[in-house]
């Protein structure tokens, strides 16, 4: 219980109190008393509860249970149970004696008020607000931990509406109610003793934009629901209503944690006496939140919708890259939409412009689109396209200095769960690319970085990319789902691995056999010539280097074997300092489920077969995986992207929570 200041009693007149249902009220028995008092007694009206206090070491409870003795090692405290009907309905008595006299020499009486002022959320995350005694103004993580959940309002549920539900100070639709953590608060007590003291609710200023609260009335009508805490609104006298016992409030989070937002909120109500000139407060309640994290999702959750741009080139449109896709996508039983070049401007790289995660409290959970700061053609298609009900949206903008490559979300990948050091990730790590270390190249903005870091809960790994001509870190890793124990395979794009292919075909008669064969607008290259090829050999082994590093890192930031690596066998060509992939890159695929929809390598045709083709089938099919190769070499592959560069998969959340994690 919470305990509160002192009541001092008095021998010439009664005391008057109010006691807030469950918190202990300290009873000063020895302020005021009789001369020659020694011992005292206590009793107390039904609705009662009287505490003494002492050291059991110090003071032998007395054997009639009446008679204290008057000394500084016995307290008293009391506390009611319900709220009062009428004012000062409960009394409580102190009787002083003399030693050893049965008679009192005085009596103090102390008038008491129950009222129950307290507030309350969900607490114990079980989706519905439950009334709490102990700890609430703390949050805790992990399984046993405890603490409520906020959701940054940031869809919009109203058609009505041009921004984000959270700009909004007045609700525009009663849907949104659902986005918001519900709050009560309870405020029993006697109505002539509200004409006395007030309720106040505050938020700190340092979360005033972080979150708002809205009073709720019921009906059906918008204008029941009125914002009281904000950005506009620090405190808010309540305005109970004769009889009420409860109101019912709605949270919403206003702002993602952040660099300078850990992701706690906390909101208070106050009891405050305003009969004297000087306002007395009487009692405080506060709650916790935490602002559920944005969460990102690996190859390996189910596939729900696949994004793609339908694109006009000097080659033409992208329409049977569009079918192959439609084609695999029915075969992994996903929805496929395709943005049409009116909304995309011709910009086909939807991987870099947005990636899909979502948010989860445990009363409701929903989709949210990050919005990279790249904005070339696609910048307003999910604003303008995806925001809506139950889909959320969020960017961060970087300051002054524009968007570098790196900044596009081909450069932001994430694990599946993994445990690595002894450390569980349940939700997997955020895989960034970056500059080599202390080597001063191209990084992702520091904004964007902080906003990942903020989440959480998927730790983030930087990994070295810049390497690389776009720089993004699907030119060399992905992640696919397994059905063995471990789940998934990290796979890898390797250089050495085809070369030793290559050698492997030379070696049976097979060098004449050429990449690129059948494929216009591009020279062919026989194995034996790419094996002659001292700079396509010195790029290649420069370009394995540089992932090996990367393949210690991956190993130690995840907790990795080399049995959870499978090398896929790519080339690259050094163009001025940085590389590119020398044929069609298949590590950069679209993953849907057991469907893999993989560049088209357009590698050596031997017995038939493109002998690249074949090496990736007999690397994966025994993981259970099925192999799509897709064409994409004018579109996608001759600009520097490929199939997964101009792909986007929204997924299914984790059945893992957030909240049970522990950072």
């Not at 794009?493 to 216009?520: I, R, Y």
Request: with cysteine; hydrophobic share 35%; aromatic share 8%.
């Amino acid at each position: 219980m919470a305990s509160q200041k002192a009541v001092q009693l008095s021998l010439k007149k009664p005391t008057y109190a109010v006691c807030v249902v469950g918190v202990e009220t300290y009873v000063d028995v020895r302020s005021d008393v009789p001369k020659g008092a020694k011992t005292f007694g206590v009793s107390g009206s039904s609705g009662v509860e009287i505490f003494m206090v002492y050291d059991p070491a110090r003071v032998t409870e007395p054997t009639s249970k009446s008679h204290w003795p008057l000394d500084a090692n016995v307290d008293v405290t009391v506390s009611v149970g319900t709220a009062s009907k009428d004012l000062n309905d409960l009394q409580v008595k102190v009787s002083y004696f003399g030693q050893g006299e049965d008679g009192a020499l005085g009596h103090s009486v102390l008038h008491l008020t129950g009222v129950d002022v307290s507030l309350d959320v969900d607490t114990g995350r079980q989706g519905k607000v439950e009334r709490r005694r102990g700890d609430k103004k703390t949050w805790h993580w992990g399984p046993k931990g405890y603490g409520a959940v906020l959701l940054v309002n940031c869809d919009r549920d109203s058609p009505r509406s041009r921004g984000l539900d959270l700009a909004s100070i007045q609700l525009t639709s009663l849907d949104d109610l659902k986005d918001m953590s519900p709050m009560v608060l309870t405020c029993d007590g006697p109505d002539k003793l509200f004409d006395s003291h007030k309720l106040v609710m505050k938020m700190p200023f340092s979360d005033c934009r972080r979150a708002g609260v809205f009073c709720a009335r019921g009906g059906s009508s918008l204008s029941n629901y009125k914002q009281v805490l904000g950005p506009q609104h620090l405190s808010y006298e309540v305005e109970r209503q004769p009889g009420e016992r409860k109101i019912s409030f709605y949270v919403e989070g206003l702002a993602f944690p952040d660099a300078e937002f850990s992701g706690l909120v906390s909101l208070s109500v106050s009891l405050v006496d305003k009969t004297s000139l000087l306002e007395v407060l009487i009692f405080t309640d506060t709650v916790a939140f935490r602002v559920a994290p944005w969460i990102m999702t690996p190859n390996t959750q189910p596939p729900l919708e696949l994004y793609v741009c339908s694109v006009v080139d000097d080659h033409g449109s992208n329409e049977k890259f569009l079918r192959d896709l439609s084609d695999l996508a029915l075969k992994a039983n996903c929805k496929m939409i395709t943005c049409p070049r009116t909304e995309n401007r011709n910009d086909r790289w939807i991987q870099d412009e947005i990636e899909f995660g979502y948010v989860e409290a445990p009363h409701k959970s929903f989709p949210v689109v990050f919005d990279s700061p790249r904005d070339r053609g696609l910048k307003d298609f999910s604003y303008k396209r995806i925001l809506g009900p139950d889909f959320g949206y969020v960017t961060k903008e970087i300051p002054l200095a524009g968007a570098s490559g790196l900044d596009s979300f081909g450069n932001l990948d994430v694990s599946p769960p993994v445990t690595a050091g002894g450390k569980e990730y349940p939700l997997g790590r955020i895989l960034i690319g970056s500059s080599f270390p202390k080597s001063g190249g191209r990084r992702m903005a520091k904004v964007v970085r902080d906003f990942l870091q903020a989440q959480q809960v998927q730790a983030p790994v930087e990994l070295y990319s810049d390497w690389l001509s776009v720089g993004h870190v699907d030119e060399f890793l992905t992640f696919v789902p397994t059905s063995d124990q471990k789940g998934f395979r990290l796979l890898l794009a390797s250089p050495s691995v085809c070369l030793k292919l290559f050698q492997e075909k030379k070696e049976e008669g097979h060098g004449e056999a050429a990449q690129f064969d059948g494929v216009k607008h591009q020279v062919k290259r026989s194995i034996n010539e790419m094996l002659a090829d001292r700079h396509l050999w010195r790029d290649s082994l420069h370009v394995q280097k540089c992932i090996d590093w990367n393949r210690e890192v991956l190993k130690r930031e995840l907790g990795l074997t080399e049995r959870d690596i499978v090398d896929i066998p790519q080339l690259f060509y050094q163009q001025g300092p940085y590389a590119e992939a020398f044929f069609p890159n298949m590590v950069n695929m679209v993953v849907l489920d057991k469907h893999l929809g993989i560049p088209k390598p357009f590698g050596p045709i031997i017995h038939g077969r493109c002998c690249l083709e074949e090496k990736v089938r007999a690397l994966l099919e025994p993981l259970g995986l099925h192999c799509t190769f897709i064409d994409d070499f004018l579109s996608y592959h001759k600009l520097l992207g490929e199939v997964h560069c101009g792909t986007n998969v929204r997924r299914q959340p984790f059945s893992s929570k957030w909240w049970h994690v522990v950072p």
